[in-house]
Structures are given as C-alpha cells and as structure tokens.
C-alpha cells in the first residue's frame, strides 16, 4: 500500500488589510514541515521544521524575490518558495507534497498556470519548483482552509502571526484554529 511522500508541506499566507495593498502592506508567509503525515488532517506525522517571514516588496532589500505588493496572493507564493528552497537544502531525495489552501498558489508555481499578474514573483517560484522537481518527485495539493486541518492550521498561525509582527504560540500550547 503506497503511504504517499515522506514529506508534506504546508504552506498558507497572511495579509492585513487585503483589499487595498500597496508595497507597504503587511503580508507574511508560514511553512509548516512534516514527516510521515497522511494528508488527513488529523496532525499525523512528525513535525520536523517549521518557518514564518514578511514578504519582501523591496527589490533591493534581502530575502526579495520579485513581490511588488504585500497581498494574500504575494504571500501565499513566498511560502511555496520557503517549502521549495527547504527542499533543495533539507529534504534529500525523497518525494514531497507541498499542501495549500490557495489553488491560485499551487497552480501557478507548479506551471499548471500561467501569470497574469505577480510574473516575476511567479517566475522566481516556477524556476524553484523547476529546480526541485529534477531532483525529486515533487507534487502539490489543496487543502481546505480553516477546517480544523492541524498542519494546514499551524501554517495559518504562523502566516497570521508574522504579519502582524507578533511571535507565534509554541506549538506545545497551540491549539488548531487559533490565529
């Protein structure tokens, strides 16, 4: 019986005031690392790494990556591009599914889409997803949002956490569902 890939990922983003963003809107992506983890939702697997950070609009500041704007769409694909840069330094070999509640996300960085908006944000996530899929089976999934998913939550936290400049509840005392 196939148990699917050692790894899943999940990946969600962050943004306040998600109407009107500009390049100063506050947007943050989390990653959430498990091992063993049967996509059920029920928190199976073991956790192995776990990640938030602020989207970067300034193309000349670190850590920037084509984002023009802080948006839920901006965040959601910094956080594909966090699960796709661990890959290439932690994961080995091994298959991986990269978890999101964004189908947006998922279907541009695995070139299932093409961009319409975001395209050097969207380039710089395919080149990675490119990269990590000549060195592994490499696939993506949707995930429900805030349906009581433990991996998917936890992404969720950090993701809303970051973006509001605040640390995260250890996960020892988190509880599903709490932003």
């Not at 962050?14 to 009107?20: A, D, E, I, K």
């Not at 594909?80 to 994961?91: K, Q, S, T, V, Y």
């Not at 998913?149 to 599903?176: I, V």
Request: charged share 25%; hydrophobic share 40%.
């Amino acid at each position: 019986m196939d148990e699917g890939p050692r790894w899943r990922l999940y990946v969600d983003g962050s943004c306040l005031g998600n109407q009107h963003v500009d390049a100063a809107t506050p947007a943050a992506w989390g990653l959430v690392v498990v091992e063993g983890d049967s996509g059920l939702g029920k928190g199976s697997g073991e956790l192995r790494f776990e990640d938030a950070g602020d989207v970067i609009t300034a193309s000349g500041e670190p850590g920037h990556i084509g984002a023009e704007v802080g948006s839920n769409n901006t965040a959601e694909l910094s956080g594909f591009a966090a699960a796709l840069r661990w890959l290439l330094m932690e994961g080995g070999d091994d298959a991986a599914e990269i978890r999101a509640d964004s189908v947006y996300a998922g279907n541009l960085a695995s070139g299932a889409w093409k961009a319409k908006a975001n395209r050097e944000l969207v380039a710089h996530v395919q080149a990675l997803w490119d990269e990590v899929g000549r060195l592994r089976p490499l696939s993506w999934s949707h995930v429900k949002a805030h349906r009581g998913h433990r991996w998917n939550e936890r992404a969720d936290h950090l993701a809303s956490r970051k973006a509001q400049g605040a640390l995260p509840t250890p996960l020892t005392f988190w509880k599903p569902g709490q932003r």
